[in-house]
């Protein structure tokens, strides 16, 4: 397993990972926890044992704190009333990562449903900007700066087929990642974005390989195994990426090691475009 050195850079900092049950989530967690800081896990309550998992490794990492955050990124009243909650716990959030995201169904664009497009915008844009937007406030109300990473996606630069809410919703968060950038500089608030490509092993690089497999596409063969060949002979690096890589930027982008980086997007996909 790739696993950077811990370090003391986020020591004295509250990290909140939203999509902290997931596999880059949970990574990514853990990353801020071996770098020092006090976590504030959040994940839908549906995902509270993986959440609970994602909090033992950062405790055994040596977490200074660990809470928990349960929350559905889509309910804008639920966020307010959690970041405020963190707050008055641990002090406004200064190292914030939204990773809680949806795929979507891999359909062709013709027949796409137009109620999933908008569980996707839900979750993937209006889940980032509610979360950042709170946080955002409460680091203002205190006069604290801060760091905010926004994971995007591949998909989101050149575009998946059978994924056009999903692709979308990542421009979206891409082009939202930037405008909030410029609009929180002046309090001191660096915004960037990640875009992971093709990455595993995990539960979306199962799901978008058996479900590209079992859709119709010009582009991707017609079995799980032949579409990760398919895939992984995409990459010029020729292997997918791991959790730990993602997360290794994000905790560059989080800390001060970054602090003259604000309104990018890195791409984390083995060279592929
Ligand atoms: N894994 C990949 O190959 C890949 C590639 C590019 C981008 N990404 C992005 O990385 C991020 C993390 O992906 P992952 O691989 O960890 O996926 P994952 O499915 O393992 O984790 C996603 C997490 O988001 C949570 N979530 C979903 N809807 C939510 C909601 N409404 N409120 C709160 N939490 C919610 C889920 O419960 C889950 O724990 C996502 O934004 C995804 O789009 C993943």
Redesign the pocket.
């Known amino acids: 397993m790739i696993e950077n050195a811990a370090s003391d850079r986020l020591t004295g900092r509250v990290a909140l990972v939203?999509?902290?049950?997931?596999?880059?989530?949970?990574?990514i967690a853990l990353r801020t926890a071996r770098d020092g800081a006090t976590v504030v896990l959040?994940?839908?309550a549906?995902?509270t044992d993986?959440?609970a998992e994602t909090a033992d490794a950062c405790r055994a990492a040596g977490a200074p704190a660990v809470h928990l955050c349960p929350?559905?990124?889509?309910?804008e009243s639920a966020v307010t009333e959690a970041v405020n909650e963190v707050v008055a716990r641990v002090g406004p959030p200064d190292a914030i990562v939204?990773?809680?995201?949806?795929?979507g169904t891999f359909t062709p664009l013709p027949g796409y449903p137009i109620g999933d497009l908008r569980t996707v915008l839900?979750?993937?844009v209006v889940?980032t900007f509610t979360v950042v937007q709170a946080c955002a406030a409460a680091l203002i109300a205190a006069e604290r700066a801060g760091s905010v990473v926004v994971?995007?996606?591949?998909?989101g630069v050149s575009g998946a087929p059978n994924m056009a809410a999903?692709s979308a919703s990542?421009a979206a968060v891409l082009g939202f990642s930037r405008s909030a950038a410029k609009d929180l500089a002046g309090a001191g608030i660096r915004v960037n974005a990640v875009?992971?490509?093709?990455?595993?092993p995990?539960?979306?690089?199962d799901?978008?390989v058996e479900l590209q497999a079992s859709t119709p596409s010009a582009y991707y063969a017609d079995t799980p195994e032949e579409v990760a060949a398919q895939m992984i002979g995409m990459i010029p690096l020729r292997r997918?990426?791991a959790?730990q890589e993602?997360a290794s930027v994000v905790g560059f982008l989080l800390s001060d090691d970054a602090s003259y980086v604000t309104g990018t997007n890195t791409e984390i996909s083995g060279g592929s475009a």
Not at 18 to 27: C, Q, R, S
Not at 98 to 103: D, K, P, R
């Open positions: 939203t999509g902290a049950a997931g596999d880059i989530g949970g990574a959040s994940d839908l549906a995902a993986r959440l929350l559905d990124v889509t309910d939204t990773s809680a995201g949806y795929q839900e979750v993937n889940g994971v995007a996606s591949m998909a999903y990542k875009s992971p490509g093709f990455i595993g995990g539960r979306m690089w799901r978008q997918y990426g959790v993602v």
